[in-house]
């Protein structure tokens, strides 16, 4: 049975750092494609980050040079590294995985969740910037 279980979510203010994690099971994690997406209010998901197998990764334009993501497929464990937050980096973060070893799922905009062509996903984890 997968699972993906977010953590690291908070409220900080303008400026801060936070580090979100999730960890996978029941899968091949080391051989899929991972990503992190976030939804705010009653929006569609925006895909935030992607990490496929080999390391490629892309990002969103509205946080580059602020997010790093990371995998350590040792602790099957996804990793976001947000710094310099801002007040529209609030909402609910997901992470997802596909099965694919390449990622397809576009970043930067919204985008339904079938759309996506992620297979799974975890529960997500709440951001809040405010001050």
């Known amino acids: 049975q997968v699972q993906l279980v977010e953590s690291g979510g908070g409220s900080v203010l303008p400026g801060e750092s936070l580090r979100l994690s999730c960890a996978a099971s029941?899968?091949?994690?080391?051989?899929?494609?991972m990503g992190w997406f976030r939804q705010a209010g009653g929006n569609k998901r925006e895909g935030v980050a992607t990490?496929?197998?080999?390391?490629?990764?892309t990002y969103a334009d509205s946080v580059k040079g602020r997010f790093t993501i990371s995998r350590d497929n040792a602790r099957e464990t996804l990793y976001l590294q947000m710094s310099s937050l801002k007040p529209e980096d609030t909402g609910m973060y997901y992470c997802?995985?596909?099965?694919?070893?390449?990622?397809?799922?576009?970043?930067?905009?919204?985008?339904?969740?079938?759309?996506?062509?992620?297979?799974?996903w975890g529960k997500g984890t709440l951001v809040t910037i405010s001050s």
């Open positions: 029941g899968y091949t994690y080391s051989r899929s494609c």
């Open positions: 997802a995985a596909d099965l694919r070893s390449r990622c397809y799922a576009p970043v930067g905009w919204p985008i339904s969740v079938h759309d996506s062509g992620m297979d799974f």
């Open positions: 990490i496929d197998a080999d390391g490629k990764i």
